[in-house]
């Protein structure tokens, strides 16, 4: 009997996730495209998640709403060293053409995120492909766009975060999250895609004018005491891919646009509304 690997792997990784677990996967379970697996990567918890995992099933059915009882997830527990290499264990076990990693906490924005990004990979073929859209942050609900095109400016000032992206699986399995960056390891690998010679195929970036997820801001990589280790981390990996002239050029292009003044406007929640229209308009412009 030959089984066909379903087109999508939603991989979920937690560790003492509490409540959030269950409203990330009722939005997973009202996608209307159904051709996905969900892989649960728990690193071990002590909360009781697992028993809420376990028991699923008994307790939808129990309250009569259904909405999770016929979620195809498969729970994985094993002990890690980090969320990257949670990541990279439930990489492993993923069987889909295609990988997504929705944290605890963070949503699918609306039931027909999969259908469209399934329609967005089939109207635009790629022997290896990043598809990726825009986020929302939950707690203001503003739509953060990503840069249409991809280019080596656009890879040194920021690149599509992993809520945002669907990455072959294939890319995952040849060149794993470096679990030595503790904050950074999902930018490296998206600059080892565009890089590298060393990727089986040409890796191809496509972008869909989609929303993809409701992210929770203030994650791991956006704590205060991780802040100095995500800039270190920075400079090492572009020291990696590229060139000092590089650098230098792009550099002088974040000093002379202000970047720092910019950062401020996209997290003041008083500005972020207006600076991301404003930003998503100069995108589309090129």
């Not at 016929?70 to 980090?82: A, E």
């Not at 869909?208 to 409701?214: F, P």
């Amino acid at each position: 009997m030959i089984v066909m690997e379903p087109m999508f792997s939603i991989l979920v990784v937690c560790l003492n996730p509490g409540g959030k677990i269950k409203e990330t996967l009722r939005t997973i379970a009202v996608q209307n495209d159904k051709d996905y697996e969900v892989i649960i990567k728990d690193g071990f918890s002590t909360d009781g998640s697992l028993a809420f995992l376990e028991a699923v099933h008994e307790e939808e059915k129990e309250g009569g709403t259904g909405i999770i009882e016929n979620l195809p997830f498969r729970l994985v527990r094993k002990k890690d060293t980090g969320i990257y290499d949670a990541m990279n264990q439930a990489v492993r076990e993923a069987k889909g053409k295609y990988v997504y990693f929705l944290n605890c906490g963070d949503l699918f924005a609306h039931p027909d995120v999969l259908a469209d990004f399934h329609k967005l990979i089939v109207t635009n073929p790629a022997e290896r492909g990043i598809y990726y859209g825009n986020i929302c942050t939950r707690e203001t609900g503003e739509m953060v766009p990503s840069n249409p095109q991809m280019d080596a400016f656009g890879c040194y000032r920021n690149v599509p975060c992993h809520q945002a992206c669907f990455y072959d699986r294939e890319l995952l399995l040849a060149h794993p999250f470096e679990t030595k960056y503790r904050v950074r390891a999902d930018y490296e690998h998206f600059l080892w895609c565009f890089f590298t010679k060393e990727a089986p195929g040409k890796v191809s970036f496509i972008y869909g004018n989609i929303v993809t997820a409701y992210y929770e801001s203030g994650g791991f990589s956006e704590r205060k005491e991780n802040r100095k280790v995500s800039a270190e981390e920075h400079r090492k990996i572009v020291r990696k891919y590229m060139s000092p002239g590089q650098i230098w050029k792009y550099r002088m292009i974040m000093w002379m646009t202000l970047a720092p003044l910019r950062t401020w406007l996209a997290k003041n929640p008083r500005t972020s509304g207006y600076y991301n229209k404003l930003k998503k308009k100069i995108y589309e412009k090129g």
